[in-house]
């Protein structure tokens, strides 16, 4: 499994660098962020190292840090199959998105593949501990 140094916007105009974030972490940040920023929040990903982690633990650890059902919603299912590479999460391969693909147009093309927002745990308000 494959992973990156990434900037994550939290909001127009605030961002925070992470590193180590895989795949799977970054299609759950874009989820949980999205909303917030109005556009792509998971930006300038530069590929570091790979790890060797099964799905089932990297489920695992991502329900650790973030809202487990978020998380389950996202990846449903007993045994999910999780990206392994940013290319299949990203439209774009990773490194710098050019500005036009940075803004989501309503009805627009969401800039991931695969990714399932409109489940329960992401409606607007729900905290994830329902």
């Known amino acids: 499994m494959k992973t990156a140094s990434i900037q994550l ?6 961002s925070v660098p992470m590193s180590g974030v895989t795949p799977a972490e970054a299609a759950v940040l874009y989820a949980l962020h999205h909303g917030n920023v109005g556009s792509i929040p998971v ?24 809202q487990r059902p978020k998380v389950l919603a996202l990846f449903p299912g007993l045994n999910p199959r999780l990206p392994k590479t940013f290319e299949e999460v990203l439209d774009e391969p990773p490194g710098d998105l050019p500005e036009s693909e940075y803004m989501v147009e309503s009805g627009g093309k969401m800039p991931t593949k695969g990714i399932n927002t409109t489940a329960p745990a992401f409606e607007k308000g729900s905290t994830g501990d329902e």
């Not at 930006?43 to 973030?66: F, H, N, S």
């Open 9 to 14: 916007w939290l909001n127009h105009g605030h």
């Open 43 to 66: 930006k300038d990903v530069v590929p570091t190292d790979d790890v060797k982690r099964t799905d089932r633990q990297e489920i695992q650890r991502l329900c650790g840090i973030y």
